[in-house]
């Protein structure tokens, strides 16, 4: 049983990772040209693309790869709470809330990690490769949240520590989620 739900996880956490990706790049203009976009735009227009029929983009998002993300999170904690309502360890009244909350939350703590790893992959490969494919599109995503402080924290003797500062502060937000 454990092998089913590892290998379950496995797989809503990377089509999850997907769907969130695809509305984090849609929400933070960044380019789909390159071989990451094509990458996420051909892994997730299975489910994007007939929920955009009902969910229209609005405000300049992605809102069906968003809902698509959170319906996944959210068939998977079902299902791990209803395999606990087997063993009589959930109430039946307190389990839609719960089950949304802990979807809600996982989603977020998943936003989070592809925020960080976006963070690192941009500080690396701004040492070794800075004008790798990935390059353009790390940047394009972390933009936003470097700015701010960028602002506050200048470079120092030509290293940028805003990356840093960033995922010290996604770690410590980490802990509250």
């Not at 390159?34 to 051909?42: A, L, R, S």
């Not at 770690?171 to 989620?177: C, K, R, S, T, Y």
Request: hydrophobic share 60%.
């Amino acid at each position: 049983m454990q092998a089913i739900v590892f290998l379950l996880d496995a797989v809503v956490s990377f089509f999850s990772t997907l769907f969130l990706l695809r509305f984090m790049m849609q929400a933070m203009r960044v380019s789909f040209g390159g071989q990451i976009g094509d990458f996420v735009i051909k892994l997730t227009n299975w489910a994007v693309k007939p929920l955009r029929r009902i969910i229209p983009g609005a405000g300049g998002f992605d809102w069906a790869s968003l809902i698509a993300a959170f319906a996944l999170q959210l068939l998977f904690t079902g299902i791990m709470v209803g395999i606990s309502f087997s063993i009589g360890q959930v109430d039946i009244v307190s389990a839609a809330p719960m089950i949304l909350l802990m979807a809600l939350r996982s989603l977020l703590r998943l936003a989070v990690y592809i925020m960080i790893g976006a963070l690192i992959l941009q500080a690396v490969l701004s040492w070794v490769n800075p004008y790798s494919p990935l390059s353009a599109p790390a940047y394009q995503l972390t933009r936003p949240l470097l700015d701010p402080i960028r602002r506050i924290i200048p470079t120092i003797s030509g290293i940028d520590l805003s990356p840093l500062v960033a995922i010290l502060l996604l770690q410590a937000v980490l802990m509250f989620l």
